[in-house]
């Protein structure tokens, strides 16, 4: 079993940028490949951006492809998120997910573990 602990999420200008962080422990992080997705207030959860075991693979949804970028380090056991360009569109709860395969995936069924979430607010 993880546990995940996402971090640096806060209040923004459009344009602006920020840098997630999910801390995990428990188990061997290289484990897992890993995903971040968003909630916003009355949506449902969707995917935002995931990375494989290794880091060699990332995939992103087309609504941030350009501006957001996955990355992980093995070493330090944590999943980035940096987002750049950020719009009021992307205000939502951020959470950071694992799961115990080789492959990457875009569904929020597809994944084990979750953290808590933590809000990106972009103001206009």
């Known amino acids: 079993q993880v546990q995940l602990v996402e971090s640096g999420g806060g209040l923004v200008q459009a344009g602006g940028s920020l840098r997630l962080s999910c801390a995990a422990s428990?188990?061997?992080?290289?484990?897992?490949?890993m995903g971040w997705f968003r909630q916003a207030t009355g949506k449902e959860r969707e995917f935002v951006a995931a990375?494989?075991?290794?880091?060699?693979?990332?995939y992103y949804a087309d609504s941030v492809k350009g501006r957001f970028t996955i990355s992980r380090d093995n070493a330090k056991n944590t999943v980035y998120l940096q987002m750049n360009s950020l719009k009021p569109e992307d205000t939502a709860v951020y959470y950071c997910?694992?799961?115990?395969?080789?492959?990457?995936?875009?569904?929020?069924?597809?994944?084990?573990?979750w953290g808590q979430g933590t809000q990106v607010t972009v103001s206009s």
């Open positions: 997910a694992a799961r115990i395969r080789i492959t990457i995936a875009t569904l929020v069924d597809e994944y084990d573990y």
């Open positions: 428990g188990r061997t992080f290289s484990d897992y490949a």
């Open positions: 990375i494989s075991r290794s880091g060699g693979n990332t």
